[in-house]
């Protein structure tokens, strides 16, 4: 008898060891919180004013953007050109492209540091990110535009977490209320609001108002924050997360609503989308998303 009880002994342990690796694992990939929403979602009606992202299926899978070989990151709508705006940081450049992924023109950027995210704000004004230095940096581009230098820009410094290489991650900018919203990757993850920046009266003083809630970030179940977008029909946020291969629809006070995976066999998709970096939605609710180094997607809802 004796033994036999060292092997089933061993074999407890290392039953042991294993359930609470994967216990580790799951609870560090946040799979508890994610499995519950997933359940709260199936059994209860959706949300009549959610975007619904379950609904959204691939239309362009991974194409890959011409001409750019660099880490493409963040993604914009421009609703006056029709286009989408997105930044290169190896070789720093402003790039403009069609909405179905091809390069329309570059505009080199000077002095920008480590430019991560860009937003639109309106007609020819968009607002650059130094992800390092938490710099936001307002920027005026018209059609005869050849480069862009920060040193002519106006500029605000958070200088919260400064250092490292989790800063400024994404950019959404709600027009209605003069909000910007600034996502930091994690260490920690943090959505900020922005008030009083970009400032449009430059003859009138203005004071910029700065909120967060780190409780309410601390309950997302996701792994970083790589890009936002909001949608001013709904008032909702959507953030996008790469390592958790995810996108999420947040509501006013921050509850997840809806989700879209970025994993082979959901939302038709083939393959997982690799590592995402950009989210932008434009006019008729459709959702565009860049992965570096280089691809480029779009998810539509169907038609009813």
Do not use: C
């Not at 580790?24 to 946040?30: D, I, K, L, N, V």
């Not at 937003?119 to 005869?144: A, G, M, T």
């Not at 809630?213 to 709904?234: H, I, M, T």
């Amino acid at each position: 008898m004796r033994r036999f009880s060292r092997p089933k002994f061993l074999l407890f342990i290392l039953a042991l060891i294993a359930l609470v690796s994967a216990g580790a694992a799951a609870q560090h990939f946040r799979l508890f919180e994610r499995a519950w929403f997933n359940w709260q979602a199936w059994r209860q009606p959706m949300d009549e004013r959610s975007i619904g992202l379950a609904d959204y299926r691939v239309a362009v899978e991974a194409s890959v953007i011409d001409g750019l070989d660099d880490d493409v990151s963040a993604l914009t709508y421009d609703p006056v050109r029709k286009s989408l705006f997105t930044v290169t940081n190896k070789k720093p450049e402003l790039i403009e492209l069609s909405l179905e992924g091809k390069i329309l023109r570059r505009i080199p950027l000077v002095g920008f540091g480590d430019a991560e995210a860009v937003e639109f704000i309106s007609d020819n004004i968009y607002v650059i990110s130094d992800e390092r230095q938490q710099r936001l940096i307002k920027v005026h581009v018209d059609n005869d535009t050849q480069f862009l230098d920060a040193a002519d820009a106006e500029q605000m410094t958070l200088g919260v977490h400064i250092g490292g290489n989790k800063g400024f991650e994404g950019l959404a900018y709600d027009s209605l209320g003069k909000r910007l919203f600034v996502a930091k990757e994690r260490d920690p993850m943090l959505i900020y609001e922005v008030h009083g920046f970009p400032h449009f009266k430059p003859e009138k003083t203005y004071s910029v108002h700065v909120i967060n809630n780190p409780k309410r970030d601390a309950g997302l179940f996701v792994r970083d924050l790589s890009s936002l977008q909001y949608d001013e029909r709904s008032g909702h946020l959507l953030a996008l997360s790469d390592e958790s291969f995810l996108v999420l629809e947040l509501d006013i006070d921050g509850r997840p609503l809806s989700s879209l995976s970025l994993l082979a066999g959901r939302h038709g998709l083939k393959k997982r989308v690799p590592q995402a970096e950009g989210i932008a939605m434009d006019d008729d609710g459709n959702l565009y998303l860049t992965s570096e180094p280089n691809l480029f997607y779009v998810f539509k809802k169907p038609s009813p």
